[in-house]
T-cell receptor, first 115, second 111 residues
Framework: EAQVTQNPRYLITVTGKKLTVTCSQN?????MSWYRQDPGLGLRQIYY???????DKGDVPEGYKVSRKEKRNFPLILESPSPNQTSLYFC??????????????FGQGTRLTVV | GDSVTQMEGPVTLSEEACLTI???????????LFWYVQYPGEGLQLLLK?????DKGSNKGFEATYRKETTSFHLEKGSVQVSDSAVYFC??????????FGPGTRLSVLP
């Protein structure tokens, strides 16, 4: 089954303790992206990647890191989490290849709480 | 840069009422346009899409027409059901292949 898998689904952590949220897709998509969703603020893009070893900042990259060493994986790293990073996070992926009509596929989300 | 604007709601309707959620965009060139739906506790899933001017996307009774002259992609449904209660996101995919999402519109349908 074609899917985007995020882990963990729920995470409670303490301020300053490094964490990684994993994202994996099995559709051979070039494009992957991370978003955070907060009440009243909609979806905000954190980082995105057009291919292996190619990453770009989105609208709210501060406090986050990403890496794209393999095509299928795009982990989100919070090296020193703070309470303002408490949010619902989504990973998405899509085909590229010079056409714009291919949609993004989303994971189920990771609810992160930083205390 | 590219942007998507949509009515933020919340929108509350009675069952069988007509729905319109407005969406307008700003982009260079000819982006593809999408509507996504997020049901409670779930991720976003594609509802419908359109790739060029005057295209109409449709799914589950929802429709939206790509209007280049007004840079709009309004979502419509003739008769909503309680099961349509969700958050709806308008989005575009630009020539740089990145996605831009609107702020989302929460719809509540009452029986």
């Amino acid at each position: 089954e074609a899917q985007v898998t995020q882990n963990p689904r729920y995470l409670i952590t303490v301020t300053g303790k490094k964490l990684t949220v994993t994202c994996s897709q099995n559709m051979n998509h070039e494009y992957m992206s991370w978003y955070r969703q907060d009440p009243g603020l909609g979806l905000r893009q954190i980082y995105y990647s057009m291919n292996v070893e190619v990453t770009d900042k989105g609208d709210v990259p501060e406090g986050y890191k990403v890496s794209r060493k393999e095509k299928r994986n795009f982990p989100l790293i919070l090296e020193s989490p703070s309470p303002n990073q408490t949010s619902l996070y989504f990973c998405a992926s899509s085909l590229l290849g010079g056409i714009t009509n291919t949609e993004a596929f989303f994971g189920q989300g990771t609810r992160l709480t930083v205390v | 840069g590219d942007s998507v604007t949509q009515m933020e709601g919340p929108v509350t309707l009675s069952e069988e009422a007509c729905l319109t959620i407005n969406c307008t965009y700003t982009a260079t060139g000819y982006p593809s346009l999408f509507w996504y739906v997020q049901y409670p506790g779930e991720g976003l899933q594609l509802l419908l899409k359109a790739t060029k001017a005057d295209d109409k996307g449709s799914n589950k009774g929802f429709e939206a027409t790509y209007r280049k002259e007004t840079t709009s992609f309004h979502l419509e449904k003739g008769s909503v059901q309680v099961s349509d209660s969700a958050v709806y996101f308008c989005a575009l995919k630009d020539y740089g292949q990145n996605f831009v999402f609107g702020p989302g519109t929460r719809l509540s349908v009452l029986p």
